[in-house]
């Protein structure tokens, strides 16, 4: 068996008419462990710069920093906050 044909499996077609059954080759699906495409980010106050939330991105759909409006109980109001790193 070659890398190629790991990657494929052969099913077999049984129809109502013997002649139209025949194989079909599909993909074989694997499931895969996390592989890193999300990350852990935390959110900083940006008025007070402290470390309020925990969340995680994924670094393919936003590969800059995140920004979101979040509530700060040190400032007591919703402030920006900012991936830090």
């Given at each position: 068996m070659t890398a190629l044909?790991?990657?494929f499996c052969r099913v077999r077609l049984d129809g109502i008419d013997p002649a139209a059954a025949g194989e079909l080759l599909c993909v074989r699906r694997t499931r895969l462990g996390k592989?890193?495409?999300?990350i852990a980010v935390t959110l900083a106050c940006q008025d007070c710069k402290r470390r309020n939330y925990q969340?995680?991105?994924?670094?393919?759909?936003?590969?800059?920093?995140?920004?979101?409006a979040k509530y700060c109980r040190w400032c007591?109001?919703?402030?920006?906050h900012r991936e830090t790193r």
């Open positions: 044909e790991a990657n592989t890193g495409q999300r969340s995680n991105k994924s670094k393919r759909n936003t590969p800059d920093r995140v920004s979101l007591g109001r919703h402030t920006e």
